[in-house]
């Protein structure tokens, strides 16, 4: 079984995934295996996952979306979810929680980008399902729902799908941004997205929803997308909603396509008070040992060269 | 010119370095080209790097480490250094600051951990005479030393070499470090030097150094050395520490070279009470979704594996 530690002294914590694990050996370096060319994601291979969670349209043959276990969990709903601490340095529990798959079409060869803003808005409300399941699930504190798109942004397996992770910690991130919002009488996400949207930054724009590179980009062609309206969670999402969601992200994702970028999509949303946002992070850089030893990323590109290109 | 900028609302800095922006249609991902077999970093082409800064032993043609500003330089010593916040959410500077590159060896095909243990400690005492150099320019907060090996390890050049980025910032890591420290009516590094050197994570000890992997290591083979006297830098080390050190590092650095791995390293030191320490990260893993919307880290490996590798 995994196990939830916590750094000695800092609040950064570390799931232990030992059922995840090589031997040292296998982590040698070699040529290239070329994979084998069974997918289990697609379907008829429906028995080769852990037992299937939901599926959308339910009970359809034809499975547009479909849900289930992670067959290698990083956490799963068993042992001690309790965070305790052993003498002054180690806090840990073990690693506790739910680690689910949504595979967003039936289709082996098509990504995110490819499918129409109806479906795309199909499996944002998915996430919204999933996330409201599981938040009501006992000692869960978060959950976590991202996309690893190509092998440079941490995916093994081709076949387009989501990730969520809902474990018995509220992340060291969240909680800095939570922090961080308290200090404002007012939401300064809320402040920010009327900022931007009047900024070189803006990238895109619709009723309910705003895209720009923020002015701090981590990544080249980073960029977030905010909701016009100050919620929480996409749980709170009106129906419309989803749609214009859909509408911008596929935008977005189709110039992602076009640089063939690896990259990374997560929400990030409020335990109290944080504005929901996603998080858009290609992955055509790599943090080095500069970012490691100082926490300050070296990016080559600025924000403004990146919304360029998203609205062009 | 670049500039150092801040995220809106947390204190995470980012350095938008321009010099070595690329068009964004030169992200595009496009099959590897052969790279031109002319190395900047090899003896005989030293008109090639910015005008040398030192080299060891001085004034001899046959240097065995050689000293240049970075030609792709990330910070620069111009522009303006303070930094300021224009409305409540932009702060920034000029990327401000000294980047240099430390070539160890005039051998193209050598590596670090091939080096005679001399050979590694004439680089360590490199690596304190640049430190206390820079840490005495005006303007200058912190001065990071780190190592990339390797592409996944960031790295674009293959003739090894070594950094250092003096900047107008003390870092996020290291103030967060200099925070939790504080906490305790004692040195928490010697408290956690001392338990694992009894535990199942220590890995080689000498006179003067412990390695051992951390508790809640973030990588597959995470390692730290840490000296066994309360010293907060490279700067402080006595004659014979630099031996030792280099010793211990040759150790680790053979048994990655053995897994082909690549890496990171870099010194972490305290601007007032952090005891110094190397962190050795290797990458063969890749930080994904979960870890950007979290903070906490999905590790593949028990830190007490990692040890029984390097012990074996």
């Not at 530690?5 to 030992?18: E, G, H, N, P, Q």
């Not at 479906?119 to 944002?124: A, D, E, G, T, Y």
């Not at 009327?194 to 981590?218: G, L």
């Not at 080249?220 to 749980?235: C, D, G, Q, S, Y």
Request: proline share 5%.
């Amino acid at each position: 079984m995994g196990e939830l530690r916590k750094d000695y002294i800092l609040d950064k914590y570390v799931i232990i995934a030992t059922e995840r694990a090589k031997r040292p050996d296998e982590f040698k370096v070699e040529k290239k295996i070329e994979k084998n060319g069974m997918c289990h994601f697609c379907p008829g291979n429906e028995d080769q996952t852990p037992k299937e969670i939901e599926r959308f349209p339910e009970e359809s043959s034809n499975w547009q979306i479909r849900v289930f276990p992670n067959k290698y969990a990083a956490v799963k709903p068993e042992g001690k979810f309790e965070i305790r601490t052993d003498n002054s340095f180690y806090t840990f529990s073990d690693a506790f929680g739910y680690h689910e798959v949504i595979v967003e079409t039936p289709n082996h060869d098509e990504v995110l980008a490819d499918l129409s803003e109806e479906r795309i808005s199909n499996v944002l409300k998915m996430f919204k399902k999933r996330i409201a399941v599981n938040m009501n699930c006992q000692n869960i504190k978060y959950v976590s729902l991202f996309k690893n798109q190509g092998e440079k942004a941490g995916t093994s397996i081709q076949h387009t799908h989501c990730q969520l992770i809902a474990y018995n910690d509220v992340p060291e991130i969240i909680l800095e941004k939570e922090k961080a919002v308290k200090k404002y009488p007012y939401c300064p996400y809320c402040a920010i997205l009327n900022t931007e949207k009047n900024s070189f930054r803006r990238c895109f724009e619709n009723n309910s929803f705003v895209a720009f590179t923020p002015y701090a980009s981590r990544f080249p062609f980073e960029i977030w997308v905010l909701p016009k309206r100050h919620l929480l969670n996409i749980t709170d999402f009106k129906e419309e909603e989803f749609v214009f969601l859909a509408e911008i992200l596929k935008k977005i994702l189709l110039k992602l396509k076009f640089l063939n970028a690896d990259y990374n999509f997560y929400l990030q949303y409020g335990i109290e008070n944080v504005h929901f946002h996603i998080e858009i992070t290609p992955r055509l850089a790599t943090w080095a040992g500069f970012e490691l030893s100082t926490g300050t990323i070296i990016n080559t590109m600025t924000p403004e060269t990146a919304a360029e290109f998203y609205r062009s």
